[in-house]
Nanobody, 119 residues
Framework: QVLLVESGGGSVQSGGSLRLSCAAS???????MGWFRQAPGKEREAVAT???????TYAESVKGRFTISRDNAKNTLYLQMNSLKPEDTAMYYC??????????????WGQGTQVTVSS
């Protein structure tokens, strides 16, 4: 069973940056990978996804500020977050998809890393 472990969360002021990492304990193959977040009292939402061919999608709220990337040789997923806003405060989770296509859904989740942005 492959495990996903996130790191890089923390507390920053508005306008600051953080880089999240997600290390997979094994090969994630050609699966779509993604970052999700959940704020208290809100539903989990997709932040960004990336296919093995580097095709990406972003939530409208993070476009132009966040960048998702993956290092397939290292089985590691990244999320570079710039110009952070208080509304970005949430628990961030990485997830591995069920297949090549992101629409196939995500079946493997990390434990999450907290991001807190103060104004």
């Amino acid at each position: 069973q492959v495990l996903l472990v996130e790191s890089g969360g923390g507390s920053v002021q508005s306008g600051g940056s953080l880089r999240l990492s997600c290390a997979a304990s094994g090969y994630t193959g050609n699966k779509c990978m993604g970052w999700f977040r959940q704020a208290p009292g809100k539903e989990r939402e997709a932040v960004a996804t990336i296919r093995i061919d580097s095709i990406t999608t972003y939530a409208e709220s993070v476009k132009g500020r966040f960048t998702i990337s993956r290092d397939n040789a290292k089985n590691t997923l990244y999320l570079q977050m710039n110009s952070l806003k208080p509304e970005d405060t949430a628990m961030y989770y990485c997830a591995a998809g069920r297949g090549y296509w992101c629409y196939q859904g995500f079946g493997l989740w990390g434990q999450g890393t907290q991001v807190t942005v103060s104004s």
